[in-house]
């Protein structure tokens, strides 16, 4: 194959792995707390012999948009966004993980998970549970803009029950995506203090994908995908031609 027809699959390659990003960003479109996946490319230079050098294409890393997505109104008071920057901190059985998505619940002894039944952690240190707890009987659940939860006791005062623990990292880019929202981390996060963090009772942060946006980058790599299978496929013609025009001329 000639080094054009190389560069040519380089891009194709690349570019197909962008599609799947892309791909995947406009399948979450309507998922809460999701962050769409971006690609990020550079060139590879090599050695062509005779003081030449060739650029392929090379998609360096996937990174992650962490920018804030549109809040929806809920209505539901143990639902909560964080306005701004910030993961709320859940410890599942394989660990600590890290989510933008607020959708809590109540399990049968009162104390807050998320959907999968992980424990919503409340401000602290360390990496052993630390659950925020709901008494028997409470109502008017109120979740401050600081992340305090308060609730109506029994009793009918209104009392603390904790304060969900929402953290941020020096470098987000270090967060590996897990699916369903959540993220894990290789670095330590910085516990936010109460003054640094926003956050909105009754609403959800929807994903932050621009589905228009979204299709027409599908559109534009996939014709920049057929663009460069036709300029293969020219190449190979032009080789086929080209050798059975040598082929005819040594048999003369």
């Known amino acids: 194959m000639e080094v054009s027809g190389y560069i040519a699959l380089s891009g194709q390659l690349a570019l197909m792995r962008n599609l799947d990003t892309v791909a995947t960003n406009v ?23 005779r003081n030449r050098d060739v650029a392929y294409a090379n998609d360096v890393a996937t990174y992650e948009d ?5 809040l929806k109104v809920t209505g539901r008071p143990l639902d909560v966004a964080i306005q701004g920057d910030g993961f709320f901190e859940v410890l599942s059985p394989n660990g600590v993980r890290f989510t933008r998505l607020g959708s809590f619940q109540v399990s049968p002894d009162g104390t807050l998970i998320t959907a999968e039944g992980y424990t919503i952690q409340g401000e602290g240190t360390g990496t052993g549970e630390r659950p925020i707890t709901l008494g028997e009987g409470d109502t008017a659940i109120i979740v401050t803009k600081d992340g305090t939860i ?5 009793a009918g005062g209104l009392e603390d029950r904790g304060r969900l623990s929402v953290v941020n990292f020096d470098d987000p880019q270090q967060l590996e995506k897990l699916g369903n929202g959540f993220f894990t981390a290789p670095i330590a996060p910085n516990q936010l203090l109460p003054e640094e963090v926003s956050i909105a009772q009754g609403m959800l942060e929807k994903s932050n994908v621009n589905p228009t946006l979204e299709m027409t980058r599908m559109i534009k790599i996939s014709r920049s995908v057929t663009t460069l299978a036709s300029f293969q496929n020219d190449m190979h013609e032009l080789q086929r031609r080209s050798m059975s025009t040598l082929s005819r001329q040594g048999g003369q």
């Open 27 to 49: 399948a979450n479109g309507d998922t809460a707390g999701y962050k769409a996946g971006r690609m990020l490319f550079t060139d590879y230079l090599a050695d062509a012999g």
């Open 150 to 154: 308060r609730a109506r006791s029994a």
């Open 66 to 70: 962490y920018a804030q997505g549109p």
